[in-house]
């Protein structure tokens, strides 16, 4: 079972570590060196059987093989169950937070900065629901009819406005030199799990597609963290900047409230 231990007296919360996550990988490693030890005695034999043999050398060259082979089958084996065990541990393992983060609810945030002051109207304010609907620039009750709830037509000046907004992101972001992106929205999801997501966690926010190992994207830093995955980058080739373009798709589980008036799916 994991245990919790602390940074510093009460400044940060527990830090679960785990005794069986040092056993698992102990035992993923020695494997590993197993299976890479049978892989080349198995090609040394295949080297040997090369040319002419002696009938009696060839036949125990081909036991041996067939042996190794054997042997190397049931090692592969585990070592994936291993690997499987070793990425479930490192999935449950969370981040730590700053020191300087405190410690509770939004009544232990602190104020750093203030700029400027709250401005003060002489006509009672509108919120952007209110304002969507008077200028007619989104459509929920369509959408919620075609789609559900939190789904929405964004219609008029509002889709100019927002093409516009992106447009002019990304056309800034690369001046600085950074590759823009329109990614794919559906993913494998071991890409998910490698960027630190559960798509199939009990509390999880992914759409996972039934029947299928892919997900709907969150972020779009999901499929431009897989662009580069499992590859050992050159150092002269950082750093690699990126501007990234999605829609993402959140099922925003739990979210209620005025607070959450305009929580959607998706959004870009």
């Known amino acids: 079972m994991p245990s919790p231990t602390t940074s510093g007296p009460g400044t940060l919360p527990p830090i679960w570590t785990s005794s069986s996550s040092s056993t698992i990988s102990t035992s993923h490693c020695r494997r590993w060196q197993e299976v890479e030890r049978l892989r080349a005695e198995r090609n040394a034999v295949a080297n040997k059987m090369k040319g002419k043999l002696d009938p009696s050398v060839r036949q125990a060259l081909v036991e041996e093989g067939k042996n190794l082979k054997e042997g190397l089958i049931a090692l592969e084996e585990d070592l994936v169950q291993l690997t499987d065990k070793l990425q479930l541990e490192a999935q449950s393992i969370p981040n730590t937070t700053h020191p300087d983060v405190p410690v509770g609810g939004e009544e232990s945030s602190v104020l750093r900065k203030e700029v400027g002051s709250q401005r003060s109207f002489n006509f009672a304010i509108k919120d952007h629901l209110q304002l969507g609907k008077e200028l007619d620039l989104f459509d929920f009750d369509a959408a919620a009819e075609v789609s559900g709830s939190k789904f929405y037509y964004l219609k008029n000046e ?97 979210a209620a409230g005025a607070a959450t008036r305009l929580v959607c799916s998706p959004f870009a």
């Not at 600085?176 to 199939?200: A, D, H, N």
């Not at 499929?223 to 373009?245: C, F, N, Q, R």
Request: hydrophobic fraction near 40%.
């Open 158 to 254: 509002a889709v100019l406005l927002e093409m516009a907004l992106v447009n002019w992101a990304i056309s800034e972001v690369s001046k600085k030199g950074f590759t823009p992106l329109i990614t794919p929205e559906i993913v494998r999801s071991s890409v998910v799990e490698k960027c630190g997501f559960q798509p199939r966690a009990k509390n999880t926010q992914v759409y996972s597609i039934e029947d299928s190992d892919q997900c709907l994207i969150g972020t779009a830093e999901i499929p431009v963290g897989g662009i580069h995955m499992d590859s050992i980058l050159a150092e002269s080739a950082l750093p690699l900047k990126y501007v990234a373009y999605s829609h993402c798709f959140r099922t925003e589980a739990g």
